[in-house]
């Protein structure tokens, strides 16, 4: 099976501007989540869907969102770009909630490195 | 609430020496536990689980971890470095009452001496 794909692999943007990442999880895995790594904050939960809808969302503004196809692709975007924005946004795809806990393990992509100037 | 606690943000040891990188957690209920490896400018990768059966997980890369609930420690060990092991390693946690989602440690930066 194919793993977790991110494009672009690296971007540079400027202030104010906006950006969209791309995640392809894996083949027959319906839940996708966004983290994002920054030296200062290490890593942190933006947010999480499934099944088309967000599931969990972490403590980020509101220019950070995203969504998810019906063929579980994710989209993140984040608008109005700020320097502190710069990470690198990272993406796993688990096959989606359920009680058996092997369906919850997540599987990350490369991730994407965002340079804001 | 869920959270984790790596004890040591740097870990320098000797190649051919044992590892010892800890963890503790705290959950709410039964944790799934797992420690990830990030290499420079890659993803993560699993090193092991924890999912409820045996407290003793033997992962990837000749690296084990023994679940304590009495002590609420996740310790990963390895008992001879390489110099390949150089990298981050995240001790994370999850259950279901917070729907699964992943409550990361903020990192163990592990250094191998030649």
């Known amino acids: 099976k194919a793993g977790v794909t991110q494009t672009p692999r690296y971007l540079i943007k400027t202030r104010g501007q906006q950006v969209t990442l791309s995640c392809s999880p894996i083949?027959?895995?319906?839940?996708v989540s966004w983290y994002q790594q920054t030296p200062g904050q290490g890593l942190q939960f933006l947010f999480e869907?499934?099944?088309?809808?967000?599931?969990n969302k972490g403590n980020f503004p509101g220019r950070f969102s995203g969504r998810q196809f019906s063929n579980s692709r994710s989209e993140m975007n984040v608008s109005t770009l700020e320097l502190g924005d710069s990470a690198l946004y990272l993406c796993?795809?688990?096959?989606?909630?359920?009680?058996?806990?092997?369906?919850?393990?997540?599987?990350f992509g490369p991730g994407t490195r965002l340079t804001v100037l | 609430a869920q959270s984790v606690t790596q004890l040591d943000s740097h870990v320098s040891v000797s190649e051919g020496t044992p590892v010892l990188l800890r963890c503790n957690y705290s959950s709410s209920y039964s944790p799934s536990l797992f420690w990830y490896v990030q290499h420079p400018n890659k993803g993560l990768q699993l090193l092991l689980k924890y999912t409820s059966a045996a407290t003793l997980v033997k992962g990837i890369n000749g690296f084990e971890a023994e679940f304590k609930k009495s002590e609420t420690s996740f310790h990963l060990t390895k008992p001879s470095a390489h110099m390949s092991d150089a990298a981050e390693y995240f001790c994370v946690v999850s259950d279901r009452y917070t729907g699964n989602q992943f409550y990361f440690g903020t990192g163990t930066s592990l250094t191998v001496i030649p």
């Open positions: 869907y499934f099944s088309e809808t967000q599931r």
């Open positions: 083949s027959g895995h319906r839940s």
């Open positions: 796993a795809s688990s096959q989606g909630p359920s009680e058996r806990p092997s369906y919850n393990e997540q599987f």
